[in-house]
């Protein structure tokens, strides 16, 4: 009888023993890579967003803002309520107004709102306060430090300087009474009479501590409120120095095609190569990347 016996296969004998229940360490070191690129990316195209990419964005968004804004004053259907011509509630960064503060160079068109979002474009204005030029306490936010800062220099306002608001009531007059910080008591109002408050952060740039307020008063003819408007409740992320909670789901989802694009970016460059995979990569992984840092700067505080 003759036995029979196999010899094992090449690959067989020069593999080494793979300990059960051990990850590849190959694969962990891939991942540990992916991780920090990802991140890296991520951390770059956030302090980019927060400074020059933001203040390029803030400056596209001022100009298509203006160009409505000038459209709907130079037609007469610019808001002077909480509804637009059409009878409609005005929708969040809809443009309302134009600041112009010749002294420290404010020129901003305001929006509808301040949620961190809508502060992103510019100024905006608080949505349960009267417009300004009408009677009563009106509000704008702006930043003073990202995108733009446009309210970087409020605290340099002196009483007695003057600025103008331009509405679809015409332009108002308003004169600066005094330039409150935390703890400075608020001044007193008269009824029938209007008045502005400007508000932004007060402290070391991207590092506020509470809230510069800035008192005017109005010092052209009060415009009549049409009234009639229904304002929703002002949600947590529209008060000063709060940031977007509900930004993680998008967050979520803009890291997961980030990694997804490092991780297609290194098996392309097998295949193609290092430097035609960059010049395919680069353009996507910088969209993925400031797209995920605009999101995570909506968390951070609105008049920052």
């Not at 160009?67 to 130079?74: P, S, T």
Request: include cysteine; hydrophobic fraction near 45%; proline fraction near 7%.
């Amino acid at each position: 009888m003759t036995t029979v016996i196999e010899a094992p296969a090449a690959d067989e004998i020069d593999a080494p023993p793979v300990a059960q229940g051990r990850v590849n360490r190959a694969t962990v070191y891939r991942c540990g890579g992916v991780i920090l690129i990802s991140a890296a990316i991520a951390l770059l195209c956030f302090l980019a967003e927060v400074t020059v990419v933001g203040a390029f964005q803030e400056g596209r968004d001022q100009l298509v803002e203006y160009a409505q804004l000038r459209g709907e004053l130079a037609n007469g259907i610019a808001p002077v309520g909480g509804y637009d011509y059409e009878g409609n509630p005005l929708p969040s960064g809809a443009p309302v107004a134009l600041l112009n503060i010749p002294a420290i160079g404010v020129d901003e068109v305001v929006a509808q709102g301040t949620s961190s979002e809508v502060l992103q474009s510019g100024p905006g204005h608080e949505r349960d306060t009267p417009l300004p030029g009408q009677a009563g306490v009106s509000e704008i936010y702006g930043r003073e430090a990202t995108y733009g800062g446009p309210f970087q220099h409020i605290d340099e306002l002196t009483p007695g300087e003057t600025f103008t608001v331009t509405t679809g009531q015409g332009v108002s007059m308003y004169e600066v009474i005094d330039v409150r910080h935390a703890g400075s008591p608020e001044h007193s109002t008269v009824a029938g009479q209007g008045y502005l408050i400007l508000a932004t952060a007060d402290g070391a740039a991207f590092m506020p501590g509470d809230v510069t307020w800035v008192d005017a008063e109005l010092k052209t003819a009060v415009q009549p409120n049409p009234g009639g408007a229904v304002v929703p409740p002002m949600n947590a992320i529209e008060s000063p120095l709060a940031g977007d909670t509900g930004a993680g789901t998008a967050i979520f989802f803009w890291s997961e095609l980030l990694i997804a694009a490092v991780i297609g970016t290194a098996l392309l460059s097998r295949r193609w190569g290092t430097l035609q995979t960059w010049l395919v990569a680069a353009p996507v992984l910088l969209y993925f990347g400031l797209s995920l840092a605009d999101q995570i700067a909506r968390t951070l505080p609105n008049l920052l």
